[in-house]
């Protein structure tokens, strides 16, 4: 049975006819940029994360980069981040001339080693930007009180963990400000490129909004040096129906990861690990296995799907080569990055795909 790592396909038919009129209904307005779309899923983003802004975005890279302006972040200063995640964490600390410094992993939930980020902070960290990776919060509590001893600002990266909690409450709303992505393979997805900013602090909030509209607050009256990074109307528009049915898909991604854990329990593949204080929303499905590079292989041969999320971690990157960092130096990141690999993982799984998929990987083990 070929089962797609995502299959969007089968989500829209699902939603098809109200996703269509939402569509339609922005190109009747024939508003197309900062219209009533976008302005609803921010006041609905915000609301359902308990905070006082939420400001749209482009994609979650600027999302990203806009935060660390907001945030003071300056040429020279540090940022202490993960390595292990997507090269965006990074790129958006050098798009402000900032630092990045990693801080190596937790080998079994992925996301930073809280106890390794103290001894990292100098006189010119600014700001720690926690990845939850794969949808699973990271160590927030500790983490924040870390940051609250320095004085340094707080940046969640919620790329793959919208509707994931902490302690009881959402990622996003723990930090400073927290970043979304609404890549379409999400699990709150566009139908292109978008993102969004939270936050708490009104005065954050209203730089983000000049930031993102060339520095303006005043039509045609600039006062900084902005960007074109507005999240669009038909991308709202789609947004807005899907974020009535964010829960329903989380709980669905949940359901699907335990059915995988029962189905895979073998020997020699290491299913995901909750952390008990979090809930974990399943934006991959990611086990470990020792072998990992000969049973892709094998699993490519049988047409199964399958992706290594991330297959070279950021330290080694030649982008960041300048940073003088060698193998061995994080050795919990890179053991992982030679070991994960990500299931097919999306609301509309059936058992009879999962358990065709986990039969598969067992078998190629």
């Given at each position: 049975m070929s089962v797609p790592?995502?299959?969007l396909k089968i989500q829209y038919e699902a939603i098809k006819n109200e996703i269509n009129d939402a569509v339609l209904s922005v190109m009747q307005s024939t508003t197309f940029i900062l219209g009533p779309q976008g302005k609803a899923l921010e006041q609905s983003v915000a609301?359902?994360?308990g905070v006082q802004h939420a400001v749209g975005v482009g994609s979650g890279t600027d999302a990203l980069h806009l935060a660390l302006l907001a945030a003071g972040v300056k040429r020279g200063d540090e940022v202490i981040t993960t390595p292990?995640?997507?090269?965006?964490t990074?790129?958006?600390i050098?798009?402000?001339?900032?630092?990045?410094v990693f801080v190596d992993i937790r080998p079994d939930t992925f996301n930073i080693d809280i106890t390794k980020i103290e001894k990292k902070i100098t006189k010119k960290t600014k700001a720690i930007i926690p990845v939850h990776l794969y949808g699973q919060p990271a160590d927030m509590g500790p983490l924040m009180a870390i940051a609250g001893k320095h004085g340094l600002k707080v940046i969640e990266d919620c790329a793959q963990s919208f509707g994931a909690e902490y302690r009881g409450k959402k990622t996003g709303a723990l930090g400073d400000l927290g970043c979304f992505s609404f890549?379409?393979?999400k699990n709150l997805g566009a139908y292109g490129d978008g993102g969004m900013v939270i936050t708490d602090d009104a005065k954050m909030a209203g730089q983000l909004l000049s930031l993102r509209n060339h520095g303006s607050k005043v039509r045609y009256y600039h006062d900084e040096i902005g960007f074109n990074t507005r999240l669009d109307e038909m991308q709202a528009a789609v947004l807005n129906v899907k974020l009535k049915r964010?829960?329903?898909y989380n709980a669905n991604r949940k359901k699907n990861a335990l059915l995988y854990n029962k189905h895979l329990s073998a020997s020699g593949i290491q299913t995901p690990v909750e952390s008990g204080d979090g809930t974990h929303v399943y934006h991959q499905y990611t086990v470990r296995i020792k072998n990992r590079d000969a049973v892709k292989q094998k699993l490519d041969a049988e047409k199964v799907s399958s992706m290594i999320y991330y297959p070279v971690p950021l330290h080694l990157q030649t982008a960041y080569k300048d940073l003088g960092m060698k193998p061995g130096s994080l050795p919990v990141s890179e053991q992982c990055a030679a070991e994960v690999?990500?299931?097919p993982m999306y609301p509309e799984l059936t058992e009879g795909q999962i358990k065709s998929v986990a039969e598969a990987v067992k078998k190629a083990v």
């Open positions: 790592m995502v299959d609301a359902y994360h292990f995640t997507f090269i965006a990074a790129e958006a050098s798009y402000v001339g900032g630092i990045p890549f379409p393979s964010i829960d329903e690999l990500s299931l």
